[in-house]
């Protein structure tokens, strides 16, 4: 069924989605590949296929045309072979920030339960005091907190501990004298999973000059994942939360409590 047109064109209900859906997921690409050099790349391809276009369709260019044919011929294997890890990422984003599965009303309604098992709350209390004293103190830290994915693979790069969350014991993690204090812990399910973890670390060449380690593994992490981490500067002793790729910088604690109650549910 046609909703009006536009001269010879007509558009139907079902054209408006599809440009949304597409308009979405262009929006999704285009946040995972800036500021990456996957951008160049992905721009160098749009100019071989243009260069293809108008040598063939409008030059007739044969030999020319020949040669970027067999370039563009490689078709998908290519592109998932070049962006390996931006496919993945991509995937994840799709997987793990559903749109439905956020909102309340549309969990009250459908018939199916979004999280299978119902985690326990985080002790929200407990890292807002931790990060508190040890921004006083500048101690650095970087704390990753697990949403869906567990994260058993950057959980086994350090020690397994698997205990309960306190003020005390984060800030004795991260002590500049505690031998598990070089690294990042992960919590999954209130629990405290491992410390002196290893984090990848973001590619992303737009990121200010002052940004330490810890930030570009915090937004590592949180591109790889559907995370949330939380580092501490030992030079400021600033807060930052970093999500989905970004950063935040320099935030005071009502902010980052807020922040835990949005994404944790609380």
């Known amino acids: 069924m046609d909703l009006f047109h536009i001269g010879f064109l007509s558009v139907r209900l079902i054209d408006l989605i599809d440009i949304a859906i597409v308009t979405f997921l262009l929006y ?3 946040n995972l590949l800036r500021g990456g050099v996957a951008i160049n790349i992905f721009i160098g391809l749009l100019t071989v296929y243009a260069l ?13 045309g020949t040669i970027l044919g067999q370039f563009i011929s490689l078709g998908f294997i290519a592109l998932i072979i070049v962006f390996q890890q931006e496919v993945r990422r991509f995937l994840i984003v799709l997987g793990t ?6 909102n309340n009303f549309t969990r009250q309604i459908l018939p199916w339960n979004w999280q299978m098992t119902k985690n326990p709350p985080l002790d929200i209390a ?6 508190r004293q040890m921004s006083k103190d500048k101690t650095g830290a970087i704390m990753v907190l697990a949403k869906s994915s567990e994260l058993k693979y950057y959980s086994n790069t350090g020690d397994i501990m698997d ?14 004298n505690s031998p598990m204090h070089d690294g990042a812990i992960i919590i999954v399910n209130n629990k405290i999973k491992a410390a002196r973890c290893v ?3 973001t590619e992303n060449v737009e990121l200010p000059a002052h940004l330490g380690m810890r930030h570009r593994a915090a937004i590592g992490i949180t591109e790889q994942s559907d995370a949330l981490a ?12 970093a999500h989905e790729g970004q950063i935040q910088i320099n935030v005071n604690l009502d902010e980052l409590e807020k922040v835990l109650r949005e994404e944790f549910g609380q």
């Open 199 to 201: 984090l990848p670390v």
């Open 230 to 241: 939380i580092t501490v500067s030992e030079e400021t002793g600033e807060i930052s939360i």
């Open 52 to 64: 293809y276009w108008i040598c063939v369709k409008i030059l007739n260019m044969d030999l020319l």
């Open 126 to 131: 407990a890292i807002l005091k931790a990060c």
């Open 28 to 30: 999704k690409l285009y």
């Open 97 to 102: 920030n559903n749109i439905l599965s956020k």
């Open 163 to 176: 205990a309960e969350i306190s003020q005390r014991l984060i800030e004795s993690i991260f002590f500049k």
